[in-house]
Antibody, heavy 123, light 107 residues
């Protein structure tokens, strides 16, 4: 069974200067992880879906939304079947549920989603 | 960036009604368009990709059409379990973008 399990969310101070900025993790199982590109998609409370970042199966290509470019970094460890999202310089508007999503082969369409992890940016 | 505009933002229809949701791209995206269903409190679920290809396991009452800039998601006979918010998503190039969503309720 294909499964995606996110972790690492919580309450974070704006800017992240008073504690280490969060790194979200998404552990995958049930498929050959390195064969698939992965993405992070977020959803602010009561709002719609926003694509955040994507990474190719090998990890050699990464993509970002303009809203997070230069602040967030996506990476993956195929030996651990895990994709990460390092989040720096956090703002209140980054508050959202962050979903990990598996892409279909050859198309950035998401056929499997994790349950999400909540990140709250507040002082 | 290419923007995706959905209409209406919400609708209310009776069980058995035909429901149509529209998604418009600010530039042509060929058929690189997907539709998702998000039931209340649940994660999104892929319904359609390639504008008109039904994802495995999705009921046949769902269908998609369109190409270029104008796309449609149709539910041929609305069922109670179709209460959800529906999102379109373009995937012709990064950054990927979603439409604002259409909330479907039962009248």
């Amino acid at each position: 069974e294909v499964q995606l399990l996110e972790s690492g969310g919580g309450l974070v101070q704006p800017g992240g200067s008073l504690r280490p900025p969060p790194r979200l993790s998404c552990a995958a199982s049930g498929f050959t992880f390195s064969d698939y590109a992965m993405s992070w998609v977020r959803q602010a409370p009561g709002k719609g879906l926003e694509w955040v970042s994507g990474i190719s199966g090998s990890g050699g290509r990464t993509y970002y939304a303009d809203s997070v470019k230069g602040r967030f970094t996506i990476s993956r460890d195929n030996s651990k079947n895990t994709v990460y999202l390092q989040m720096n310089s956090l703002r209140a508007e980054d508050t959202a549920v962050y979903y990990c999503a598996k892409e279909t082969p050859g198309a950035a369409v998401f056929d499997m989603w994790g349950l999400g992890t909540m990140v709250t940016v507040s002082s | 960036d290419i923007q995706m505009t959905q209409s209406p933002s919400s609708l209310s229809a009776s069980v058995g009604d035909r429901v149509t949701i529209t998604c418009r791209a600010s530039q042509g995206i060929s058929n690189y368009l997907a539709w998702y269903q998000q039931r209340p409190g649940k994660v999104p679920k892929l319904l359609i990709y390639g504008a008109s290809t039904l994802q495995s396991g999705v009921p046949s009452r769902f269908s998609g059409s369109g190409s270029g800039t104008d796309f449609t998601l149709t539910i041929s006979s609305l069922q109670p379990e179709d209460v959800a918010t529906y999102y379109c998503q373009r995937y012709n190039s990064a950054p990927l973008t979603f439409g604002g969503g259409t909330k479907v309720e039962i009248k």
